[in-house]
């Protein structure tokens, strides 16, 4: 088994635990905790936490893709079709990360310093509100796609791997 094969995969697939950790666990987890205090302003609190994590999350994802596509020729298989498969694959990742990031994490940032207060006090039907609550959306679907192509591209990395056996 190549070291670069071997490597590629053990990183995606952290990745892809660490993703789900931080989605099914970690963010739901901060905003329970925290609401679970009565604080006032625990929404942004928690969002800020949630932010942050998000962003290691994403910019991990990112680099993980440069360097998945970086030595995707070096392991490419003899399947054209699996390999275009793991490309696309590896081009979504980057993508949806970086786009998660870059632009839709930025512009919610961004809201959030436009509405002056704290989220939790900014009214539900204010135009800066729901713009930030559709980036919100946007935002777990970027993450979703990124995990699901991750994780057929750990399948293609896996089946490759075992043939090489």
């Given amino acids: 088994m ?3 094969k071997f490597t590629r995969l053990v990183l995606l697939s952290m990745w892809i635990g660490a993703a789900l950790f931080f989605g099914a666990v970690v963010a739901p987890s901060i905003f329970l905790v925290l609401r679970s205090f009565d604080l006032a302003n625990y929404g942004e609190i928690a969002g800020s936490i949630v932010t942050r994590t998000l962003s290691v999350v994403n910019i991990a994802g990112f680099i993980i893709g440069l ?13 054209r079709v699996a390999n275009w498969i793991q490309l696309a694959g590896i081009l979504v990742i980057i993508a949806a990360t970086g786009i998660g990031q870059w632009w839709i994490a930025a512009r919610m940032r961004a809201l959030r310093v436009a509405m002056v207060l704290p989220i939790d006090q900014v009214r539900p039907d204010d135009p800066h509100r729901l713009e930030f609550n559709t980036l919100h959306g946007y935002s777990v679907n970027a993450l979703g796609l990124a995990m699901i192509a991750a994780l057929i591209t750990v399948v293609l990395i896996s089946r490759r791997l075992r043939t090489l056996n």
């Fill in 67 to 79: 360097f998945l596509l970086l030595t995707f020729f070096a392991s490419a298989g003899k399947s």
């Fill in 2 to 4: 190549s070291l670069i």
